[in-house]
Antibody
């Protein structure tokens, strides 16, 4: 079965850090570009960032609101992508989705993991 | 950054009616770079249409996508109760960022 499963969401204080994980299965992960998308409570979808496959340098791109605070990495031996979130703010509170970015669209989505930033 | 504007914000229709959702881009978007997603209440989004007009696997043919340039449309030819959802368009270009529209909520009367 083709799927991605996110984990690691938690309640964290402003200024804190958190690492989310996304375990993939059922598709060629080593060749896959992976992306993170978030959704604040009652709001729309917001792209967070992406990581390309190693043949494309494994490079990353980020949305402006998270650039310099968030970083995405991957471990192809574990079919897992990570989202490291530092200097968290209350406005980072959201459900975070991981997705397989196939060509220019998100073909497979996880169920999401909830991050709450609050004192 | 390419901004996608979706309209209307909410669409309230009866079963069997036709729904027309609009997605307008601030700059020209290639057809290959435009997708639509469906998000049902309490669920994650799922791919509906890719390449502006190609249905994703398992999507019924009452869903269709069209358009080019800066104007794209998602049409649901005959609304079913299970089509209650928020629909998002999305574009991707080589430079970041990838962006989503604000969404259209489809309500069933």
């Amino acid at each position: 079965e083709v799927q991605v499963v996110e984990s690691g969401g938690d309640l964290v204080k402003p200024g804190g850090s958190l690492r989310l994980s996304c375990a993939a299965s059922g598709f060629p992960f080593k060749a896959a570009w992976m992306t993170w998308v978030r959704q604040a409570p009652g709001k729309g979808l917001e792209w967070v960032g992406l990581i390309k496959d190693e043949s494309n340098g494994g490079t990353t791109d980020y949305a402006a609101p998270v650039k310099g605070r968030f970083s995405i990495s991957r471990d192809d031996s574990k079919n897992t992508v990570y989202l490291q979130m530092n200097s968290l703010r209350t406005e980072d509170t959201a459900v975070y989705y991981c997705a397989w970015l196939y060509y220019h669209y998100m073909d497979v989505w996880g169920k999401g993991t909830t991050v709450t930033v609050s004192s | 950054e390419i901004v996608l504007t979706q309209s209307p914000g909410t669409l309230s229709l009866s079963p069997g009616e036709r729904a027309t959702l609009s997605c307008r881009a601030s700059q020209t978007v290639s057809r290959t770079d435009l997708a639509w997603y469906q998000q049902k209440p309490g669920q994650a989004p799922s791919l509906l249409i890719y390449g502006a007009s190609n249905r994703a696997a398992g999507i019924p043919d009452r869903f269709s996508g069209s358009g080019s340039g800066t104007d794209f449309t998602l049409t649901i030819s005959r609304l079913e109760p299970e089509d209650l959802a928020v629909y998002y368009c999305q574009q991707y270009v080589d430079s970041p960022p990838l962006t989503f529209g604000g969404g259209t909520k489809v309500e069933i009367k």
